[in-house]
């Protein structure tokens, strides 16, 4: 069967809704068929500190069209920030999100997003970290979280406890990785075991996603500010505990930015594949200098891994401009959707995200990349 191309469509436009930004994105596809898309609005210069609501937007045929963009968590002046979506077997969605970088809250909506529950406020189960590490700003994804096949709800987060405060509240570093879950449908989380922290070559390890490989156990994959500029990588049995010390995939370059991960499976072979999306920047010569900590944000790529994360020589060019935080969905019948925010170019902080772009491809268009792959 012949790939289909990819397109593109923007889903939230910063100038035309009212913010100075829109960025951070999550997706969705739910267990009816609807994709649910999210991101941050932001005003003013406050970075993560500023006024942040959480956008939300629907399409029920595919990513054709699209419902009108609505506020789904107001931050009141404040940031409300971190969605992290999840798609129930049973048809719930469930939702996840921070307030003030202290509280985390937890809603579910029944019919594909078309309404919600008011917010339950989980930060108890973050309270129980606090004996191992006394966090004081944390976060959860962002991106979308998973649900395993035995029903567990697995969201990954990062914690800090800064060493010194440079934004009211705390900054973002250093840092350390775990995941919380639920084994009733989000009524009641337990808390995971620290998978990463800031020490040796490790640096603040934060924003990470899930997923469930083929054999049922959990992989991580996390941003980091090592001066590997690799992604870091653990697995564990059953979400929560016993995980992989966690190493770099020298396949997966860390620029120093959020990325998609996803699991799914091929409709021709019915075989399951990893897919993995970033701001690729290895190009750039700034990867060679040790004394650069961020680095540009821009090629964002999409690889594939057909043996659960061992290898990824499969890959593409989505967008070759600015590309920034990104968030994967999959439909059973072949189409990937992958969400990402981009703007104006140029490394943090001074890369302006004002657009939030929906690409449409399928498995077929990445295998058919007529480009080799990279092997630095």
């Known amino acids: 069967m012949k790939p289909h191309p990819i397109s593109k469509i923007p889903l939230f436009e910063a100038p035309a809704l009212g913010y100075d930004q829109t960025r951070i994105p999550a997706l969705i596809r739910t267990a009816r068929g609807t994709l649910l ?13 500023a006024a942040i609501n959480i956008l939300m937007r629907r399409s029920t045929d595919g990513g054709e069209s699209w419902d009108e963009t ?20 049973d048809g719930t969605v469930h939702f996840i999100c921070q307030k003030g970088y202290s ?42 979280a998973i649900e395993l096949r035995n029903g567990r709800l697995v969201v990954p987060l990062w914690l800090c406890d800064p060493a010194g405060p440079e934004m009211p509240g705390g900054d973002h570093r250093p840092s350390c990785v775990t995941t ?3 084994d009733d449908g989000g009524v009641t989380w337990q808390r995971g075991g620290i998978i990463a922290d800031t020490g040796g070559e490790i640096l603040n390890p934060s924003e990470c996603a899930v997923a469930e490989l083929g054999d ?3 992989m991580i994959n996390i941003r980091s500010e090592s001066a590997r500029h ?17 190493g770099f995939d020298d396949a997966l370059y860390e620029p120093v930015c959020m990325a998609g991960f996803l699991a799914a499976t091929d409709p021709a072979s019915g075989a399951p594949v990893l897919l993995f999306s970033n701001p690729d ?22 690889r594939l891994s057909r043996d659960g994360g061992q290898s990824w020589p499969e890959w593409r060019v989505i967008d070759a401009g600015p590309f920034g935080y990104s968030d994967l969905a999959f439909d059973p019948k072949g189409t990937l959707y992958c969400l990402y925010d981009t703007g104006i170019w140029g490394r943090p902080p001074h890369h302006q995200c004002n657009h939030v772009v929906l690409a ?10 007529p480009f080799t792959p990279a092997s630095k």
């Open 37 to 49: 898309a999210f991101c941050e609005g932001r005003k003013g210069p406050g970075g993560d500190w």
């Open 70 to 89: 609505r506020v789904l968590v107001d931050g009141e002046g404040g940031p409300a920030s971190n969605a992290v979506p999840i798609a129930g077997a």
């Open 103 to 144: 509280h985390c809250l937890y809603y579910r909506s029944e019919d594909d997003g078309r309404s919600w529950s008011e917010p339950c406020d989980i930060t108890g189960v973050l309270e129980s970290f606090r004996p191992e590490y006394d966090w004081e700003v944390f976060a959860p994804g962002p991106g979308h």
């Open 180 to 182: 919380i879950a639920s």
């Open 216 to 218: 049922g156990r959990v």
């Open 230 to 246: 690799r992604r870091l990588v653990s697995i564990s049995p059953d979400g929560l505990t016993g995980w992989s010390p966690p």
């Open 281 to 302: 920047s290895r190009h750039d010569p700034v990867e060679h200098n040790a004394n650069v900590h961020f680095c540009s944000r821009s090629n964002g790529v999409i």
């Open 360 to 369: 449409r491809f399928d498995l077929g268009w990445i295998a058919a990349n």
